[in-house]
């Protein structure tokens, strides 16, 4: 791993890091405030030799004999003999291993003291102690150190610092333990982080899409939470990172194939929730910002959900026209965003797989494609069922949704294998929900937005679609009621012109009922919709 790849981790996995260490400084912060203080009082001794030589060498020799048994000293202070005689001596109701464990003795090199330390919760009882050790081993070194026959004992033991009652306790230290806390913390949480994210398997970069697929990676649409409460974007009215995402996806898309660019796409995903129909909803309302005519198809036969973003009507649709109880053209319908028409999913079937691979589900694809400029199929998710795969067949291809951090990998590549292996082209992939790096990108277009030195121009409003003039014939002197008007074509390609013009046929008694029952939807024909000069892919 490289440092930009620990960097990575840092940025994706600070919460853990951070949690982390917080929980491990708060664990030393409560273990410092719930433990026992301790105090520790310590006394100093002096070893030194009975010789009484003024002699250089002998003094020598003598502070040399004394040095020799500091560390012999050392070892009996802290030992169960001295121990019980200090009990004794002070009538404790101790056993001689509790006070041994509680003295802690130490020498420094070359030199003939000794310190002898004593711990306890109390301050006074552990310089008591201190002291009473000191005492007993002045008098265990003459005992010791006196000869069988009697006389001057070789060495002797004096106190020249005797303890004193210690200010303040040796544990715990808050300070210490605090920092060492927030040290083990930090450093733990590092290494999770690093581990969680090697085990992790799902996606969360567009190189790692790249490397997976095989195919470009058409568009990163970063996460936006606004899309929660309203899934379509306003790109009339919206340059938002997610709308210039989207922007960016329909220039891929049209430079996919320069010569044919593909214009029946089918927008599915490995499993459900990676934002699918988001992104085709969308897809369909930037094809028609840059002037096109779409259409959009509520593939979904199991969980249409664009109906219900659209706020349109679901029960009459895709499935209704597969069964032969309408044409296309019959249950088409208009949404407030201009340019876009939606074929709804209409009455869920018990057999979604067989009608989206049946040849009616071809000619409605047929047909759309001859009528419109593009056609976006929302379709179900890959893995669970087959209803991408079979209804791809029929399109130009497929873009494959994945979601960042949700989609594994494992599970994109079984989802592009399944296009695969029935042969559907795969246009490419896109990573939905990336979140997002900075505001460097939205400052950007917010400087040139707000530039109250240059004119703006006023985007016209697509929430409300303008109405083509109704032509009417002009009375003939004797009943004519085969005689129809030539329709009149409008740039708005505006529907309401030509359902104005059925209810004047119908009033003048030339309308044609479709005999289905799905006259009061009122839904205008396709025949006149489009001029001949804007259909040069129609075969």
Avoid at 27 to 40: D, G, I, K, Q, R
Avoid at 114 to 132: E, H, K, M, Q, Y
Avoid at 316 to 322: K, Y
Wanted: with cysteine.
């Amino acid at each position: 791993m490289e440092i930009s790849d620990y960097v990575r981790i840092l940025r994706a996995r600070w919460i853990v890091i951070v949690l982390t260490t917080v929980i491990a400084a708060a664990a030393s912060l409560v273990f410092s405030l719930v433990s026992t203080p301790v105090y520790e009082a310590c006394t100093r001794l002096y070893v030194s030799t009975g010789s009484s030589s003024s002699s250089v060498t002998e003094v020598y020799q003598g502070n040399l004999a004394s040095q020799q048994r500091v560390a012999s000293y050392t070892q009996l202070l802290g030992g169960e003999s001295v121990a019980q005689r200090t009990i004794d001596s002070l009538g404790l109701s101790m056993s001689p291993s509790t006070l041994a464990s509680k003295v802690r003795t130490t020498s420094s090199p070359d030199t003939v003291l000794i310190d002898t330390c004593v711990s306890d919760a109390s301050a006074t009882t552990a310089r008591d102690l201190a002291n009473g050790i000191g005492t007993t081993f002045v008098d265990f070194v003459d005992d010791l150190e006196t000869p069988p026959g009697g006389g001057a004992p070789l060495a002797q033991v004096s106190v020249v610092e005797p303890a004193q009652v210690p200010t303040g306790p040796i544990s715990p230290k808050t300070t210490r333990n605090l920092a060492l806390g927030v040290a083990v913390g930090l450093l733990l949480g590092i290494a999770l982080a690093v581990i969680r994210d090697r085990l992790d398997n799902t996606i969360k970069d567009r190189t790692t899409l790249a490397d997976l697929s095989g195919v470009p990676v058409v568009g990163v649409v970063p996460f936006d939470k606004t899309i929660k409460e309203e899934a379509a974007l306003s790109f009339a009215e919206s340059s938002s990172g997610t709308a210039e995402a989207f922007r960016e996806l329909r220039t891929n898309l049209q430079f996919l194939e320069v010569d044919s660019p593909p214009r029946v796409i089918v927008v599915t995903s490995a499993v459900p929730a990676e934002g699918k129909t988001t992104t085709a909803v969308n897809l369909a309302l930037v094809l028609a910002e840059a002037g096109h005519h779409v259409a959009l198809i509520e593939g979904d036969l199991r969980r249409p959900r664009v109906s219900k973003y659209l706020g349109l009507v679901g029960s009459v649709g895709f499935s209704t026209v597969l069964s032969g109880q309408a044409d296309v053209e019959e249950v088409l319908q208009p949404t407030k965003f201009h340019g876009v028409d939606v074929l709804a999913s209409g009455p869920l079937p018990p057999n979604p797989s067989e009608l989206l691979g049946s040849e009616a589900a071809r000619t409605v694809m047929d047909t759309l494609r001859a009528s419109f400029d593009y056609v976006v199929v929302d379709a179900p998710p890959l893995l669970p069922v087959t209803d991408a795969s079979v209804i791809t067949a029929h399109a130009d291809g497929a873009i494959v949704v994945a979601r960042h951090g949700h989609t594994k990998r494992d599970e994109l590549t079984r989802a592009l294998g399944n296009l695969t292996q029935v042969g559907a082209p795969i246009l490419g992939v896109i990573l939905t929900m990336a979140p997002s790096r900075g505001k460097r990108d939205y400052d950007y277009r917010h400087y040139y937005e707000t530039d109250t030195t240059v004119a703006r121009q006023d985007a016209p409003s697509a929430a409300v679609r303008p109405a083509a003039p109704v032509v009417v014939p002009e009375p003939a002197p004797e009943p004519a009621p085969e005689i129809h008007p030539a329709p009149r074509y409008e740039p708005t390609r505006s529907h309401g012109g030509r359902a104005a013009r059925r209810q004047a046929e119908n009033a003048n008694g030339n309308g044609n009922g479709n005999g289905n029952g799905y006259e009061a939807e009122q839904v205008p024909s396709r025949s006149t919709m489009r001029p001949p000069p804007r259909r040069p892919y129609q075969s």
